[in-house]
């Protein structure tokens, strides 16, 4: 069993936090207002998930998960740089511009979320994944007709074994999952994102990850 804490408690963190739970992980789901429900955290309750503020979130579990938007997460991570000492740093979320309530332009183009993150965080391990799919199918890959692939970055072998570990909670089967190697890799993963709104616009919020097909 794991300590895991989850930044951000929107459809994204309550999906995660269900689900490791439910495969026997210790999770505290880490939100700005801990005593606000939101409509998100409904079902996402039990003895194995605790609500916190962010910065104790932080502090007292081993594995965090960011969940927080991501054009506003470098700066709401910075700030935890004491308390996220030590810690894996699992990034999930893509840093875009809003256009109407669809992901737009990169923040970052020409470099990655992740590796602005792993730069001012450099006590903290820092590994990308999940970021290349709608939220349910973070935690039911085998809903998807065809394979799903899921993209793992990062600079330190070890983390990213242990991410991949619960990656298999999650219910990814080895063969779908892609160690694309250091963080710089992650801007290729982010990059993806910019295909989401045009098929969001087409499709709606039908099921569906950008995958490897071989």
Sequence with gaps: MTSIGILGAGRVGANLA????????HVVLGRRDPDERTPALTGTTGPRVSFSDQ???????????????GDSALDRLTGLRAELAGKILVDVSNATRDTGGLPGDLCYPGSSLAERLQAALPDTRVVKTLNTMLYMVMTAPGMLATPPTVYVSGDD????????????????????????????????????ILVVPHVLRRHGLEPFAVSLAR
């Design 18 to 25: 269900g689900k490791l739970a439910a495969a026997g992980h």
């Design 55 to 69: 910065r104790t979130t932080a502090r007292t579990t081993d594995v965090v998960i960011n969940a927080t938007p």
């Design 157 to 192: 072998a070890s983390a990213k074994t242990t991410v991949t570990g619960l990656l298999g909670d999650l219910g990814w089967q080895p063969g779908w999952i892609e160690d694309l190697g250091d963080i710089t890799t992650a801007r290729a993963t982010e990059a993806m």
